[in-house]
């Protein structure tokens, strides 16, 4: 059946359906959308208790790697629903959409440019075909892991390199190798988080990173996004969050968006979402990596229809059912890049920002600070990602992380400080005896992860060495029930130090603030254990070592 309406700028379908894959939150945003449009939604997961489930008008269990089951059900609901139309966000299966789109005649990119997009050694060969700067790599194969990493090969690299696998996101198994102790490491732990047990040891880009988003169908490509991404915590790249419109250059920005289009031109894509993982590095633009699909990570369902005014899952979904892209079409500008694509823009008009909050190791006992009260007006989403009883860990990945908030404002200061705000009045404190939570406090770390994971608060060098002496000179125990505030170390006992934050902007003088008010009535505390699991877990390591 045709659309049959145009509503408030929004296709209004009736008889028709669509297939979503994936059941999680990063997929709610395309259920919504297309529930609005009138279409019948299915949607699969192998997680039958995934989120977003209740949503669907109908639910089945496939596990999203599956293309030929999906294929085949899509062919039925082709048959008995009037499917019009595959799609995702947020996953790392467009390849299963493009097959199952293929198969049954529905539009998307083709089956194998979502593979050149998907596998990372067919991206990096595409990107060096067709001349788009990206690192210099090499495809390793578990079973090829000792042949390949050589000595003769290995003194040849030019340190710091990265490990990654060659089909997973997330930042899943990837990491900086910084010297040769660190490579069969790194290699055997990225080879793991691959389904096909192989990994890409590429060049480390230096230089700070962007995500962009675009639609791309009919010759032209809209970028949908740019935002500047926030990674701490080497050798690991962990995003703590994104904040949208960058603040780059104009002239920056043109140039990372060329770079972008010419490699999904590379990757053969045409029809649907083009997601880049982009920095702009000494010289120049380079990619990352370019995904066919939608971003994940909060910024094409929330961060980027904050920011415009524009709902972009809606627009891509009126791309795959083979719709004109009204709204997209309305609001976009021309945009002076020379590509393959005739370009163009939607502006952000506000500005929003999403934030993380993390944990160090160990089981979570409390969480203090999430009935806090915040400006709503300013502060969108509230996403946690790890509740009480709940194993958690410091990030090696971007999905370890234990919540989420997001904010748009008129300025950036606004949206960002609002987020920290809200972050930093939250407390997870941890259970008691736990080895991981120890470990951590008293310093023991891998030899692999030299400087991971980092302090609360950074104190190398002089003052800690300041600090240790003085530690080791007083041997004795902050008194019961008193202000902990009373018996700061002179090495610390300065504003420069007291105003350092840890990684959820606490600083070290709030942290003491905050213990004294969540363990008002402690017993005695030992004087030395107490500063130092202060020093490298913050205010859960302060929590840790007393009652």
Not at 123 to 148: D, L, Q, Y
Not at 158 to 178: E, F, I, L
Not at 303 to 318: G, I, R, V
Not at 429 to 449: A, M, Q, V
Request: glycine fraction near 6%; hydrophobic fraction near 35%.
């Amino acid at each position: 059946m045709k659309c049959i309406a145009e509503k408030q700028g929004k296709v209004v379908m009736k008889g028709k359906s669509i297939l979503i894959l994936g059941a999680g939150l990063m997929q709610k945003p395309a259920i919504e959308s297309a529930k609005s449009l009138g279409l019948k939604v299915f949607v699969i997961d192998a997680n039958p208790e995934a989120l977003c489930v209740p949503l669907a008008d109908e639910f089945k269990k496939i596990d999203l790697k599956a293309r030929e089951e999906i294929a085949q059900y899509a062919a039925e609901l082709k048959e008995k629903e009037n499917l019009a139309a595959i799609f995702t966000a947020g996953t790392d299966f467009s390849v299963s959409v493009s097959y199952a789109s293929e198969k049954t005649g529905l539009l998307s990119h083709t089956f194998e440019a979502s593979v050149n997009a998907s596998d990372k050694t067919k991206m990096r060969s595409c990107f060096k075909e067709a001349g788009v700067p990206s690192p210099e790599f090499t495809k390793i194969h578990r079973n090829k892991i000792c042949e390949i990493l050589s000595k003769e090969f290995v003194e040849k690299l030019n340190y710091p390199m990265v490990a990654k696998p060659s089909d997973n996101m997330g930042a899943r198994g990837c990491r900086m190798v910084r010297n040769k102790s660190e490579l069969i490491y790194s290699v055997e732990e990225a080879v793991k988080n691959s389904r096909t047990s192989t990994c890409i040891l590429e060049d480390y880009m230096e230089g700070p990173e962007y995500s962009i988003d675009a639609l791309v169908y009919d010759g032209t490509m809209t970028i949908t996004g740019f935002a500047d991404r926030h990674i701490f915590f080497p050798p690991y790249f962990i995003e703590t969050g994104h904040t949208m419109p960058s603040v780059i250059s104009r002239e920056k920005y043109l140039s990372l968006v060329k770079t972008f289009a010419d490699g999904v031109n590379a990757l053969g894509l045409t029809r649907g979402a083009a997601k880049a993982d982009i920095k702009f590095t000494k010289n120049g633009p380079e990619v990352g990596e370019i995904a066919a699909r939608l971003s994940g990570g909060y910024m094409s369902g929330w961060t980027f229809p904050y920011s415009s005014d524009f709902n972009l899952t809606l627009e891509a979904e009126k791309i795959a059912l083979g719709e004109v892209p009204s709204e997209l079409e309305k609001n976009r500008k021309s945009l002076d890049v020379n590509s393959a694509f005739k370009m163009y823009e939607i502006v952000s008009k506000k500005v929003s920002a999403e934030r993380a909050w993390i944990s160090i190791p160990g089981k979570i006992k409390n969480i203090y600070g999430m009935d806090q009260d915040y400006n709503r007006d300013v502060i969108k989403n509230i996403f946690p990602r790890s509740g009480i009883g709940d194993e958690v860990n410091f990030p090696r990945n971007n999905v370890e992380k234990c919540g989420n908030v997001i904010s748009v404002a008129e300025d950036r200061e606004t949206a960002v400080s609002a987020c920290e705000n809200f972050i930093k009045n939250i407390t997870i404190e941890l259970e008691k005896d736990n080895p991981l939570t120890e470990n951590f406090l008293e310093g023991k770390r891998s030899r692999y992860e030299k400087g991971f994971p980092p302090c609360a608060f950074d104190i190398s060098g002089g003052v800690l060495k300041l600090l240790e002496a003085e530690l080791d000179k007083k041997d004795d125990y902050i008194p019961e029930g008193m202000n902990v505030l009373n018996y700061i170390p002179d090495a610390l006992n300065k504003d420069e130090i007291l105003s350092l934050k840890d990684w959820n902007h606490l600083t070290l003088k709030e942290s003491l603030e905050k213990f004294n008010i969540i363990r008002k009535g402690h017993k005695k505390i030992e004087y030395r254990k107490f500063w130092l699991y202060l020093i490298r877990g913050g205010i859960q390591g302060a929590l840790y070592c007393a009652e």
